[in-house]
């Protein structure tokens, strides 16, 4: 149980909530049972706050680029440490009292993922305990789940007395839209926070020397005002796949009223389409250093309510598998939903199949571990059988910085979130990583408030330190990935020897080659199976997958080697049997999804064909879902 930081008592910092009205407002929702305050009564506490903001306005503004979820949890924290914030975000989202009303209502063309699947990993519980208590109580006031990584274990695994560390092994289980009406709703009763929505953010307005070498500093920002979306009828979004696939991309409107906007620092929380590289040139700054590695990955999302009272084999909710040519994880949400999401490789052209609703389903009734959530009577689609399969392509591991020769490029110019750094969403890494970058941004500027250039190196220094390694480590995963996903494609294990030419031509990346195979070679048939047997490197596993140890120290110190190399040599010299994620072979999924395609031709042609069947499997279903490792 999450012991409530504030506990009704608390003196929050100079700038935040009072005592009076806002430590009530939040901190009485600890309890699930607490009732969430009422809309008259929050339009009350909120004419408080702008009256509260008028009389003890800072004299410092940070503007905020993207209220998103670093955007908003860094407001909240520099408000807290004496800014004032004005965060500008191109959506508007109207009011609504409920993850639901969020989920259903909010247009968020700036991000395409509002839809897809998201885990919030342990590290992110413990940060939101920490440091955004409220919102934590918000989440867990309205549905949201905690999940203890040591209670659902994978069947047949003694975790043996419980240890230190054990009980910062917590999940959040909400959609992406709970967390964001969470932090949004704590963001707006913030004394000292603007939201400023439907305003896009063109560029930057800076001072200095363009063109004579001298370094430029950010002064503010220059916006445009987006014309206002037409109403809803119904005021529901009808969130056509079409719509998501397109939202990256979808043109800003060029008309609209434009504006300088002054601030003495300028935060660019505009995620993975931010456009700082080319922003900073245009003010005569470098342009950030980036290394990119592109998942190939397609990504396909379909969401849930439950309709029984439980969730089947009584679990939480968890199950990740990779086999390869496939990856599939079942995600818990808030309010009894849930969401399953596939990913194939971007080359593997017959499973763009898989957003077809009907190829989508019949895909996971043929792996028995996620299939047992869709079982009738356990599960319908959110919104009806015409619920999208969500489809999103163009994901890449990317990370930038902003620091040259020890020095900021831009002066009073900072990057958190997926703006800096970005890694593949199957990792679950991206909303952890943007709230440690906000509080890593908080902490550097209240440790240096009056020198933003030695808050960015202080910031910098953090994010190598505790998010850098992580992104390291996604970013060989995924190029490892991706030899052995066109390998599996051509049936062939050649893709995985690098050519000829390549060892002649570029010997460092044979070299990086090998080391990434002997690193999978380590995960696949050490770690993961060794996590299923062994208490101790499930331990170990899950507090690295959970950021709350650095991948290098957890997963290969000598004492972790020792135990895991036994169990590779058993599952090499036993060929990797006993697969822990039954499922299909490539080769009778693509049969699979060609039957369904037939039949429903059939269907609509009036020929009526039997319905698919998932081909027939040796292994049967398991009593439970069960947490696989990757
Ligand atoms: C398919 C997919 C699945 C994911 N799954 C997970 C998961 O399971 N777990 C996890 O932790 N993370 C996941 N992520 C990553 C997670 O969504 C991001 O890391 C997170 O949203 C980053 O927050 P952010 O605030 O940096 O950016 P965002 O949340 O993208 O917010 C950026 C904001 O800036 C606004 N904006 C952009 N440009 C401008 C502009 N010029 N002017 C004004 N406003 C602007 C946008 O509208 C948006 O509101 C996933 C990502 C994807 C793509």
Redesign the pocket.
Known sequence: MVRDTCGGSRKHAAGSLPSATGCFAFCSLRSPVARPPTAPYLRLVSAARGEQRRATRPKRRAVI????????AAAILLARGGWRVTV????VRPPVDTPDEAFERWE??????FR??????AR?TWVMRERFPEVLNLLRAHGALELPLTVNLPPGLELGPREKGDGELVLLGCR?AAF?WALDRVARFEPNVELREG????GLASRGAKGTGARPRATGVRIRHLPKPPPHADERIPWHPHKERAADDTPIPQNGRRAVLAADLVID???????AAEWLPEVGARAPREKIVHTGIF?F?RFYRLTGRRPPGATAGLVAGDVGWLKLAT?PGDNETFSI?VGSDIADKPLRALSEPDVFEAMIAAFPQVAVWRRSGVSEPIEGPNTPVLV?GG?SNRLRSFVAQGAPLLDGFFA????AY?TN?IY???????LLSAVALADALAAHPDDPASALLALDARVKREIEPFWVSAAAGDRMSRVRASAAAQSSPAGLLPSLWTLFSAPDRVLAQLVAQALSVYFDHGLVPASRKDGQVYRAVMRVMNMLDDPRTGLLSPSMVARVLPVIAQSLATRGAGNAFPGPTRAEALALIERVQRDRSATRAGTRAPAARPPRRATPPPPGARLATR
């Open positions: 680029i993207g209220g998103g979820i670093s955007g908003l500008l975000e191109r959506d968020r063309a700036g991000v395409a993922q897809h699947s998201h885990t919030f990993l992110l992406r964001e305003i896009y953010v063109e929380a505009s995620g993975r389409r931010s456009r990504y999302t995600f999401t999103m994901l958190i979130g997926d703006a970005h969403p679950g890494r991206g909303a952890t990583c943007a």
